[in-house]
C-alpha cells in the first residue's frame, strides 16, 4: 500500500478525527476565557450549554421519540452531571492555567476505568496518576504557585466527569443516543442558567458576544462530538482512550499558544505522568470501557 493510500485509510482518518476534536476543544476552552472578564464562568457556561442546547436539538429533533418517566430521569440525571462538570471545569479555568485544570479533572475518567479492576497494573497506574497531582498541588514551598480554589473546582468536575460517564451510559442504553445528548445538554443548560444569570445578569443580553459564545458551543460540544462519532466508528474502545489521554498536554499547549500561560517544568512532568497514567490504563484494559468524551 502506497504512503498516500494509506494516509487516507479510514483507521488514519479516525485517528486525526480524535486529534482534531481534542484540539477543537481546547481551542473552545481558550476561546471561553477570554469572555470571562465579562460574563464570568457562569454567564460563559450558561451562554455556551444554551447555544449548544439549540444546535444538538435542531439536528436531533428528540421531540419526535416517547420517552418514559424511567427514560427521562435517566436522562436528567445525565444532564445534571453534564452541566455539572461544565460550570465547575470553567470555575477551575477561571483560576488556572488550561493545560493544569483539564490534567485535574482527567483524573475523573481515570478513577472510572482504574476501579473497575483490581489489577496490580492498574494500581502502577494510579500511583503515577497520584504523583501527577500531588506534583501539581501547591503542597511545600518548592511547588508552584497555584490558586487553591481552581484546583477544588478541578477536582470537582473531574467527579463530574466521572459522574457524566457512569450516567451516561445508562441514558445512552435508556435511549437514543443523539436523544440523550440532546435532552441532556438541554438539562445542563436550564441547570446552569440561574448562575449565569446571577452572576452576568444583562451582560448575557449582550449580542456583541454571541458569535465568540456561539463559536465556543460549536468548538467544545458541536464539532467535536461529530468528530468523536466518526471515529469510534473506526477506532478499539481501547485505542480511543489511548488517543485521548493526550488531551491534558494539547491543553497546555494551547493555553501556552493562545493563552501566554506559562508553565513550570514541574507541571509538565506532572502533565505527563496523568498522560502516562491514563494511556497505560487503557492500553493493558481488559475489557472496552466507554472512553470518556471530551466535553469540557
Same mark, same amino acid.
Given at each position: 500500500m502506497s504512503r498516500m493510500q494509506s494516509m487516507r485509510s479510514p483507521v488514519a482518518v479516525a485517528v486525526l478525527a480524535v486529534l482534531a476534536a481534542m484540539s477543537t476543544i481546547q481551542f473552545g476552552a481558550s476561546l471561553a476565557k477570554g469572555l470571562f472578564p465579562v460574563l464570568g464562568a457562569q454567564g460563559t457556561t450558561a451562554l455556551r450549554l444554551g447555544f449548544a442546547t439549540l444546535i444538538l436539538l435542531a439536528f436531533w429533533r428528540p421531540w419526535r421519540r416517547k420517552l418514559t418517566r424511567r427514560d427521562v430521569l435517566a436522562v436528567g440525571?445525565?444532564?445534571? #452531571?453534564?452541566?455539572?462538570?461544565?460550570?465547575?471545569?470553567?470555575? +477551575? *479555568?477561571?483560576?488556572?492555567? =488550561? @493545560?493544569? +485544570?483539564?490534567?485535574?479533572?482527567?483524573?475523573?475518567?481515570? !478513577?472510572?476505568?482504574?476501579?473497575?479492576?483490581?489489577? %496490580?497494573?492498574? &494500581?502502577?497506574?494510579? *500511583?503515577?496518576?497520584?504523583? @501527577?497531582?500531588?506534583?501539581?498541588? %501547591?503542597?511545600?514551598?518548592?511547588?508552584?504557585?497555584?490558586?487553591?480554589?481552581?484546583?477544588?473546582?478541578?477536582? +470537582?468536575? $473531574? #467527579?463530574?466527569?466521572?459522574?457524566?460517564?457512569?450516567?451516561?451510559?445508562?441514558? @445512552?442504553?435508556?435511549?437514543?443516543?443523539?436523544?440523550?445528548?440532546?435532552? $441532556?445538554?438541554?438539562? !445542563?443548560? *436550564? *441547570?446552569?442558567? %440561574? &448562575? $449565569?444569570? !446571577?452572576? !452576568?445578569?444583562?451582560?448575557?443580553?449582550?449580542?456583541? =458576544?454571541?458569535?465568540?459564545?456561539?463559536?465556543?458551543?460549536?468548538?467544545?460540544? #458541536?464539532?467535536?462530538?461529530?468528530?468523536?462519532?466518526? #471515529?469510534?466508528?473506526?477506532?478499539?474502545?481501547?485505542t480511543f482512550g489511548i488517543l485521548m489521554s493526550l488531551e491534558p498536554a494539547i491543553a497546555a499547549v494551547s493555553g501556552l499558544v493562545i493563552l501566554g500561560e506559562q508553565l513550570a517544568l514541574v507541571q509538565w512532568v506532572a502533565i505527563g505522568c496523568v498522560i502516562l497514567a491514563s494511556a497505560g490504563s487503557a492500553a493493558t484494559a481488559r475489557k472496552s470501557v466507554p472512553a470518556p468524551d471530551a466535553v469540557s
Open positions: 440525571v445525565y444532564g445534571a #452531571a453534564l452541566g455539572g462538570m461544565n460550570l465547575t471545569f470553567y470555575l +477551575a *479555568l477561571e483560576r488556572i492555567p =488550561l @493545560g493544569i +485544570a483539564v490534567a485535574i479533572e482527567f483524573t475523573g475518567p481515570l !478513577a472510572v476505568a482504574l476501579l473497575s479492576t483490581r489489577r %496490580p497494573i492498574d &494500581f502502577v497506574w494510579a *500511583l503515577l496518576a497520584v504523583a @501527577g497531582i500531588l506534583l501539581i498541588l %501547591p503542597l511545600s514551598e518548592a511547588s508552584q504557585p497555584l490558586d487553591p480554589v481552581g484546583v477544588v473546582w478541578a477536582l +470537582a468536575a $473531574g #467527579a463530574c466527569w466521572a459522574l457524566y460517564i457512569l450516567f451516561g451510559q445508562r441514558a @445512552g442504553a435508556a435511549v437514543h443516543g443523539g436523544t440523550a445528548t440532546s435532552l $441532556g445538554m438541554a438539562t !445542563a443548560a *436550564l *441547570l446552569v442558567m %440561574p &448562575f $449565569g444569570v !446571577a452572576h !452576568a445578569g444583562e451582560g448575557l443580553l449582550n449580542v456583541s =458576544l454571541w458569535p465568540a459564545a456561539l463559536g465556543v458551543a460549536v468548538l467544545s460540544s #458541536a464539532l467535536p462530538y461529530s468528530l468523536e462519532m466518526i #471515529a469510534l466508528k473506526e477506532l478499539p474502545t481501547r
